[in-house]
């Protein structure tokens, strides 16, 4: 069965930090596109980082550009969200997502963080709560 396994989730401080995880079971990453989107209550749904694990390109949110760091750990098959200086505005559940490179999707640039539509396998969620 092809799952999304996310976790690091949790309740820290502003200023803090957090580092997700999110891991593939039932398939490789390899030749895949995972993103990290977020959805705080009563907000749309809005893409963080995504990173390609063919070439190790990352895209980076122009709202957390030098706070958050998206990684790809080919030997256990994990993508990681690194979080550092957080703050309330960043209070959401957090969903990792991807999708293999293909042909039959659209070519790998800046537009897969903001087209969640492209990516069809998804985890469950993890809840990141930052605190005052």
């Known amino acids: 069965e092809v799952q999304l396994l996310e976790s690091g989730g949790g309740v820290v401080q502003v200023g803090g930090s957090l580092r997700l995880s999110c891991v593939a079971s039932g398939f490789s990453f390899d030749d895949h596109v995972v993103g990290w989107f977020r959805q705080a209550p009563g907000q749309e749904r809005e893409g963080v980082s995504c990173?390609?694990?063919?070439?190790?390109?990352?895209y980076i949110a122009d709202f957390v550009e030098g706070r958050f760091t998206i990684s790809f750990d080919n030997a256990k098959n994990t993508v990681y969200l690194q979080m550092d200086d957080l703050i309330s505005e960043d209070t959401a559940v957090y969903y990792c997502?991807?999708?293999?490179?293909?042909?039959?999707?659209?070519?790998?640039?800046?537009?897969?963080?903001?087209?969640?539509?492209?990516?069809?396998?998804w985890g469950q969620g993890t809840q990141v709560t930052v605190s005052s």
């Open positions: 990173i390609s694990t063919s070439d190790g390109n990352p």
């Open positions: 997502a991807t999708a293999g490179l293909s042909p039959y999707y659209p070519r790998y640039g800046r537009s897969w963080l903001t087209s969640a539509r492209w990516y069809d396998s």
